[in-house]
């Protein structure tokens, strides 16, 4: 099936669908943590439309109507929860208005969209027969702060999974792989001492020292589609008043790794080569990817979709199988004062989806 194949009634049903929900979704504030109310506005959705639903915590998820336990599965994600409106919005960011074209509102963008466009895809598989694949839709929780009780809570009670379609803004290309992310809190030490004497066991000297190091040092391993292991001080602080040498520094450093390297590989060798102390938040967030070679890529290449790596995080990082990232919408909208999507976006999105999984399934 290609898009024109789609009746127009069918995408105008679906577009219809996907619009009034998401319009839903912005009005109710869904932070972080605090996404109960959407999940609930989900589960009342999927009620409506005739499919049972589980929901654990702030998560919601739906099988196919004909899952079968002997086929292989797709699992079909996005996320609900959305970070807080900068101080920079002129609009209500609660109000979802459409206007020139754009419907503008909190989320509409990272992930309204893509989530809106995943489930009504997932609406016009529902009761298809015989398919090749079964499809999971799930919407999950606390990605905007990589928390533990979003998708990765839930995964081990969906069974078995082939591969994941996450539903983040790709303006509907083929994100293939996604560097992962690995936080370190650092801290070099140093001898305090009044400033007018001399000292040369400065903490601050001693951590730009470290910092100088990771802003040169270079990875030998370099990702054809994600690149080079990117690492970027963003945090310092140290120092109490001004005649005091200070004992410690505290820095922050973000570092994006490719599929080359597992985040507990560059961690360690971090350790090895600085002489701060350094410190992990986390090492689940590794980097992700699917194949070229995967049915799926292959059928979205196939209908001129482009693929790239993305160098953002997302469910990807903590969803164990093959996955990519396919969505309507602009990364960089994400986050920005008065979010919005074309209201175009998300039509093509539903047709999209559905011509490139109706090649596989």
């Not at 605090?34 to 409506?48: H, P, R, V, Y």
Request: proline fraction near 5%; aromatic fraction near 8%.
């Amino acid at each position: 099936m290609n898009t024109q194949e789609l009746s127009n009634n069918t995408v105008t049903e679906l577009y219809e669908t996907a619009l009034s929900l998401l319009k839903k979704l912005i009005i109710t504030p869904s932070f972080s943590k605090s996404e109960d109310k959407t999940a609930s506005i989900l589960e009342d959705f999927f009620k409506l439309n005739g499919i049972p639903t589980q929901r654990s915590m702030n998560n919601v998820w739906a099988f196919n109507k004909l899952y079968d336990v002997t086929k292989p599965t797709i699992l079909l994600n996005s996320h609900h929860d959305t970070v807080k409106p900068n101080s920079g919005y002129t609009l209500n960011p609660f109000e979802p208005i459409e206007k020139d074209g754009k419907l503008f509102g909190l989320g509409s963008n990272d992930a309204g969209g893509p989530l809106v466009s995943l489930i009504c895809a997932f609406l016009y598989f529902y009761e298809k027969e015989n398919l090749n694949y079964n499809l999971i839709i799930t919407a999950t929780a606390e990605e905007e702060i990589s928390g533990v009780n979003g998708v990765e809570s839930i995964y081990k009670k969906l069974g078995p999974i082939d591969f994941a379609i996450v539903g983040e803004p790709t303006e509907m290309n083929l994100a293939i792989a996604e560097k992962g992310l690995l936080v370190l809190d650092c801290e070099a030490s140093g001898t305090s001492s009044h400033a007018a004497h001399p000292n040369t066991d400065n903490a601050i000297l001693n951590a730009i020292q470290d910092i100088h190091w990771f802003t040169q040092y270079k990875f030998d391993k370099i990702s054809p589609i994600l690149g080079e292991v990117k690492m970027t001080p963003t945090i310092i602080n140290s120092g109490s008043q001004h005649n005091v040498v200070p004992n410690s520094c505290h820095f922050t450093v973000d570092v994006r790794t490719n599929e080359c390297y597992s985040n507990e590989e560059v961690y360690q060798l971090i350790q090895e080569k600085v002489k701060s102390k350094v410190t992990a938040r986390s090492l689940r967030l590794n980097s992700s990817s699917i194949p070229l070679e995967h049915p799926y890529v292959k059928a979205g290449l196939a209908l001129g979709r482009t693929y790239y790596g993305s160098p953002t995080s997302s469910d990807q990082a903590v969803i164990p199988c093959p996955s990519l990232k396919i969505g309507p919408g602009l990364s960089t909208r994400s986050h920005s004062s008065d979010e919005f999507i074309y209201l175009d976006e998300i039509k093509d999105a539903i047709q999209i989806h559905i011509s490139i999984l109706t090649q596989i399934l």
